[in-house]
């Protein structure tokens, strides 16, 4: 897994749109998360976390008024139509979107993978960005790897097979 240039990530990203149909941005930092639609994956969690980080951004008076440069989150995911739990979770993601303060900042895209999510993963490593991957049950997953390979940050819960990322202290 070489890592990708920044001309592929943005033909790439060009080719890709949310859920609600928004182009991802090559010029806009954004923290991005990929996995399954589960509720192990985290995503509520880091949806509420996200909020919070802006929150306090905003009380330290470091968001710029114009909208250039501040960060968005990349939710990236799948899951299998067979799955009514990976659907059910799907839904409160996009519900719990919906209604957050920062909803233009959020973008969930689904049913990618291959090179599209290693543009994702390219994108974090452009600006700087993390990859979170904040499951709560992981065996070896795939993620930390790939998104390392793009030269991304890597930030894990400390869950099973993740725990070999983490440095401590």
């Known amino acids: 897994n070489k890592?990708?240039?920044e001309e592929r990530m943005a033909e790439l990203l060009a080719e890709m749109r949310d859920v609600e149909g928004r182009e991802i941005d090559p010029e806009q930092p954004a923290i991005v998360t990929v996995g399954r639609f589960d509720d192990?994956?985290?995503?509520?969690g880091l949806i509420n976390g996200f909020r919070q980080l802006?929150?306090?951004?905003?009380?330290?008076k470091t968001l710029r008024k114009d909208g250039r440069r501040k960060?968005?989150?990349?939710?990236a995911g799948g899951y299998a139509p067979d799955n009514p739990l990976g659907a059910m979770t799907f839904k409160v993601v996009k519900?719990?979107?919906?209604?957050?303060?920062y909803r233009d900042r959020i973008q969930i895209v689904a049913?990618?993978?291959?090179?599209?999510?290693?543009?994702?993963?390219?994108l974090a490593a452009k600006h700087r960005a993390p990859v979170?991957?904040?499951?709560?049950?992981?065996g070896y997953g795939l993620t930390p790897d790939e998104a390392a390979a793009q030269g991304a940050a890597v930030i894990t819960s400390d869950a099973g097979g993740l725990r070999r990322?983490?440095?401590?202290?």
């Open 95 to 101: 519900a719990m979107v919906r209604v957050s303060p």
């Open 40 to 44: 192990v994956k985290g995503i509520q």
């Open 111 to 122: 049913n990618y993978s291959g090179a599209y999510i290693g543009a994702l993963y390219r």
């Open 132 to 138: 979170v991957i904040a499951s709560s049950v992981e």
């Open 71 to 75: 960060i968005n989150l990349v939710i």
């Open 54 to 60: 802006l929150e306090t951004l905003k009380e330290l």
């Open 165 to 169: 990322f983490m440095i401590l202290g």
């Open 3 to 5: 890592q990708m240039s």
